[in-house]
């Protein structure tokens, strides 16, 4: 199985088909998150940037930044779980 954790979102864990740091894990791709809106290499580049923006984007009610991806049934609870523990 390919190693899950860089193909998500440092910020909400999303999965992408791409990891959005690239393959080395040091080459953002700077594109958005469809879910938490983080532009990846911006937000994320920090660890104190990416809690920073998670907890406001939690606190302002973890709105989809494209509601139309949002999958039927999603739960942020889950999706929260699959961050990768270096990031959290």
């Known amino acids: 199985m390919l190693n899950e954790e860089k193909y998500r ?4 864990g999303l999965l992408y088909p791409e990891p959005p740091w690239g393959e080395d894990g ?5 594109d958005i998150c469809e879910c938490c809106g983080a532009e990846w290499g911006y937000e994320d580049c920090t660890i104190k940037g990416i809690r920073t ?4 984007w939690i606190a302002e009610g ?7 991806a949002k999958p039927e049934g999603w739960k942020l609870e889950e999706q929260l ?6 990031y959290l």
């Open 9 to 12: 979102c440092r910020v909400c």
């Open 26 to 30: 040091k080459s953002p791709s700077f």
């Open 53 to 56: 923006y998670r907890e406001r």
């Open 62 to 68: 973890a709105k989809w930044f494209e509601p139309k």
């Open 81 to 86: 779980k699959m961050i990768p523990e270096e």
